[in-house]
């Protein structure tokens, strides 16, 4: 998709290109859903299979396009299975978040090489203690 990024390399021009492109065609009723203030973050993400006897079978990594205390927005060069539960690792320099179980609520195709997917935590995320001093470089939607 956008050479695989790192955790610490999230800012490369295709993963930009292909989050704008993400941000033109978000739906009206995936933004009427929401029932909590989204918060625009760039950050490197790896998800993996929520059930630890699995983890080694699967890894991709990605990157998010926003955050809110109950769930992500994020893309991925390949999809993920809608239904199942994942174990999601943001990287620690953007938030300092410990890794988050999360269910994939629905994916979609954004082009041919990349996948949104709409994530839901499995517990509330506080947002205070997640960005401490970088929040003030975030944007609100």
């Given at each position: 998709?956008?050479?695989?990024?790192?955790?610490?390399d999230?800012?490369?021009?295709?993963?930009?290109?292909?989050?704008?492109?993400?941000?033109?065609?978000?739906?009206?009723?995936?933004?009427?859903?929401?029932?909590?203030?989204?918060?625009?973050?760039?950050?490197?993400?790896?998800?993996e299979?929520?059930?630890?006897?699995?983890?080694?079978?699967?890894?991709?990594?990605?990157?998010?396009?926003?955050?809110?205390t109950?769930?992500?927005?994020?893309?991925?060069?390949?999809?993920?299975?809608?239904?199942?539960?994942?174990?999601?690792?943001?990287?620690?320099?953007?938030?300092?978040?410990?890794?988050?179980?999360?269910?994939?609520?629905?994916?979609?195709?954004?082009?041919?090489?990349?996948?949104?997917?709409?994530?839901?935590?499995?517990?509330?995320?506080?947002?205070?203690?997640?960005?401490?001093?970088?929040?003030?470089?975030?944007?609100?939607?």
């Open positions: 998709m956008f050479n695989q990024p790192t955790h610490g999230v800012c490369s021009l295709e993963a930009l290109d292909a989050l704008s492109d993400l941000e033109r065609n978000k739906s009206d009723s995936v933004r009427q859903a929401r029932s909590s203030i989204r918060i625009r973050l760039r950050a490197s993400v790896r998800a299979p929520g059930s630890p006897d699995q983890r080694q079978a699967f890894s991709v990594e990605g990157v998010s396009s926003d955050l809110s109950g769930g992500c927005q994020l893309l991925f060069p390949r999809p993920l299975r809608v239904g199942d539960f994942y174990l999601l690792t943001f990287d620690h320099s953007s938030l300092r978040l410990e890794p988050l179980l999360s269910r994939c609520l629905r994916v979609r195709m954004v082009r041919e090489d990349a996948f949104e997917a709409g994530m839901k935590f499995l517990e509330p995320v506080d947002m205070d203690d997640a960005f401490g001093q970088t929040q003030d470089d975030c944007l609100f939607d």
